[in-house]
């Protein structure tokens, strides 16, 4: 087949609006919409009944209540395949969903697209939030990887960890198409109703984190290197969800110890509209990404498409994204091989990461050429319609 006006998509994900957790939702949202104007897309997503035409949401089987949440997970994802008659080609994002693909392409004789967001084998401590579910959900992610027909990872660093974490994958089978912002959305927006709704200080330096609480995140680091930011800046942590009840507890200290010590501590636990983070984003000085593993980092886009000034771990993705010293500055990590991405000195990534938070705060108009430069880097290398292109092309090559 090659007219692409007739082409059918099925695209399977756990999250999708408005159930948006992580970059995984944000990408599966911007592609559909772009893929819509190239193909016909179906969308199949979990959680409560979507109004939107052409999306199917589906609830955990009830005969599965109270099992691991990974055996629940493949509930939904054997109802999703069920649903996938008829599609030209199944196209899979998170593990979460790649059994649904695997098995959609084996009963309906498919291509299986995966999108490469993150990896089980480089996420060990999920095994402190899933227990035996781990075992699972990581026998999901390598059974679709090895049988999927191609696997698009979303940053050329993303691709090198497929091809170690799976090596018997066939590399000419994993091609990089990075993630993408609207920059028409994720633009400046110089208000401040929401920042005086939240108790953010305009006239004051910020440092903002925007993200899920997870080991991946990297956020404890931040709140330990936040010990040594001038006493005007204040930290504003748009954190929540978080993955264990060990996590939380330990930022619910590390906050509870900052505030102790300096006003301009901001935490917000609830997930809040895009509208209103993007006013927090345009109004922070640095937006801060910690992370320990990050494939791509899309939230360092968003920051830098509403001119803000990054710094962030050199790790992952985020390299691919942020420019060392134009967009913003990239702190270096030496990192354990086991898979967990953890600082073999940890110590040494505070101090680090601080020294370069510091670094921007002390020297405001180069943050805000730093901001400027990086809105112009989203808007020149990233934009969603090149994206869909893309992987319309990659869907192409397999019929």
């Not at 992610?141 to 050329?156: C, F, K, L």
């Amino acid at each position: 087949m090659t007219d692409s006006a007739g082409l059918r998509i099925d695209l399977l994900t756990r999250e999708y609006p408005p159930e948006v957790y992580g970059g995984a939702g944000v990408h599966v949202e911007y592609l559909a919409r772009e893929l819509r104007r190239l193909a016909d897309v179906r969308v199949h997503c979990f959680g409560a009944a979507r109004d939107e035409p052409g999306v199917t949401a589906y609830a955990e089987p009830v005969e599965l209540a109270g099992a691991n949440p990974a055996l629940r997970t493949m509930g939904v994802d054997l109802a999703m395949a069920a649903d996938c008659a008829g599609t030209d080609v199944v196209h899979s994002h998170t593990w979460y969903a790649n059994l649904a693909g695997h098995t959609a392409k084996l009963l309906h004789g498919v291509p299986h697209v995966v999108t490469a967001h993150s990896l089980e084998p480089l996420r060990p401590w999920k095994a402190e939030q899933l227990g035996g579910g781990y075992a699972l959900s990581s026998w999901c992610e390598r059974t679709a990887y090895e049988a999927a027909d191609a696997i698009i990872a979303v940053s050329a660093g993303m691709r090198r960890d497929v091809l170690t974490a799976y090596p018997d994958v066939d590399p000419d089978r994993v091609r990089v198409v990075h993630n993408g912002i609207d920059t028409a959305q994720y633009a400046p927006d110089h208000g401040t109703d929401v920042l005086d709704r939240l108790g953010i200080d305009p006239s004051r330096p910020s440092v903002v984190y925007v993200g899920r609480i997870t080991r991946q995140k990297g956020l404890p680091y931040l709140l330990r290197a936040a010990r040594e930011l001038p006493a005007d800046t204040q930290l504003v942590l748009l954190a929540g969800a978080p993955d264990t009840a060990e996590i939380a507890a330990e930022v619910e200290g590390l906050v509870a110890e900052l505030r102790a010590t300096r006003s301009g501590v901001v935490w917000v636990a609830a997930m809040l509209p895009k509208h209103e983070v993007i006013q927090v984003l345009t109004h922070a000085t640095i937006f801060a990404c910690p992370s320990v593993y990050e494939p791509m980092g899309i939230v360092n886009l968003e920051a830098m498409a509403c001119e803000t000034a990054v710094v962030a771990t050199a790790t992952g993705g985020i390299p691919e994204v942020v420019a060392d010293g134009e967009t913003g500055v990239l702190v270096p990590i030496e990192q354990a091989a086991d898979g967990s991405g953890r600082p073999l000195e940890p110590e040494r990534f505070v101090a680090d990461l601080a020294t370069a938070i510091n670094g921007v705060l002390a020297d405001p108009a180069r943050a805000a050429e730093f901001g400027r430069a990086g809105r112009r880097r989203a808007v020149e290398h990233f934009s969603w319609d090149a994206i869909a292109a893309r992987t319309l092309g990659i869907y192409r090559s397999l019929l």
